[in-house]
C-alpha cells in the first residue's frame, strides 16, 4: 500500500547539521500526517517533528528550534533539517505516515537511518 524510504544518516561531530529525507510512494492520501520519529536503544520510540496537510508542523521540545520538518509540494518527500545536533540526538530516526480511512487507521513506518553524533 505505502512504502517509505529514509536516508541521509550517519556520523557528525557535535554542534554539527545533516538532513533526513524520507520518499513515500503508494496509496497516499491527501489527509495523511507524516513525521519523523526517533528511537535510542534501550529508549521507546519518540516523535521529533511531525507535518500536517497545510504545512503545519509540531516538534518535541527537546528539538524545538534546532530541527525543521518540510515537505515537498507533491507531499511525496519529507525532510528533517538537523543542526546544532547533541550527543542526546544520536538514534535511529524513522520516517512515519499516518491516518484514517474506512473506520480505521494505519501506520506505515520506514526501515530506519542512523544518526550519530560523537566527537
Known amino acids: 500500500q505505502v512504502q517509505l524510504a529514509e536516508s541521509g544518516g550517519g556520523l557528525v561531530q557535535p554542534g554539527g547539521s545533516l538532513r533526513l529525507s524520507c520518499v513515500a510512494s503508494?496509496?497516499?492520501?491527501?489527509?495523511?500526517?507524516m513525521d519523523w520519529f526517533r528511537q535510542a536503544p534501550g529508549n521507546e520510540r519518540e516523535s521529533v517533528a511531525e507535518?500536517?496537510?497545510?504545512?503545519?508542523?509540531r516538534y518535541a521540545d527537546s528539538v524545538k528550534d534546532r530541527f525543521t520538518i518540510s515537505r515537498d509540494s507533491g507531499k511525496n518527500m519529507i525532510y528533517l533539517h538537523m543542526s546544532n545536533l547533541k550527543p542526546e540526538d544520536t538514534a535511529a530516526y524513522f520516517c512515519?505516515?499516518?491516518?484514517?480511512?474506512?473506520?480505521?487507521?494505519?501506520?506505515?513506518w520506514g526501515q530506519g537511518t542512523q544518526v550519530t553524533v560523537s566527537s
Open positions: 512515519h505516515l499516518g491516518g484514517k480511512s474506512g473506520g480505521h487507521y494505519y501506520h506505515y
Open positions: 503508494g496509496n497516499i492520501n491527501s489527509g495523511d500526517a
Open positions: 507535518i500536517l496537510t497545510g504545512g503545519s508542523t
